[in-house]
């Protein structure tokens, strides 16, 4: 063959530090959000959503066969973490969480997961971020530790 085919899913999920919620501004949270969809599209890894509460963002997007996930992830949270604090004085203690997740997904599951990202606010006055983060890794059957998973 001559090219290399690839259509990768990705939702990427992960935390402020500590949860706490510095993305409380609603107008800072969409900037944040639109940052990461350009980191996205720098990783030639083009964004199909990018959304969240103000403690934590999921990113779904078609993932780069060029890149690896760990490099992309670690770039994107340090490029926007600065950018925050930049951005405004009052997120000068800004951080992401250390860890991430990142779990594949089929394309019949796009325009449901889409959805579900796109419906953030409403899903979190029902459940907290850590309960859905557990709900994601049973639903992908991700062995972790608990202790593990917070910091």
Known sequence: MAHSLVQNYLHIVYSTKNR???????GIRAETFA?????????????LIVGGIEDH???LCRFSQNFAVASVVRDMKRASSR?????????????????????SIGPSHVNVLRKYIGNQEEHHRTETFQDEFRRILHKYDVEYKESEIWK
Do not use: N, T
């Open 57 to 59: 963002v999921h990113i």
């Open 20 to 26: 706490y919620p510095y993305l409380r501004d609603k």
């Open 83 to 103: 950018w925050l604090k930049r951005k405004d004085p009052a997120l000068k203690d800004f951080y992401w969480q250390e860890g991430y997740g990142a779990f």
């Open 35 to 47: 940052y990461l969809g350009g980191m996205c599209k720098k990783f030639d890894s083009p964004p």
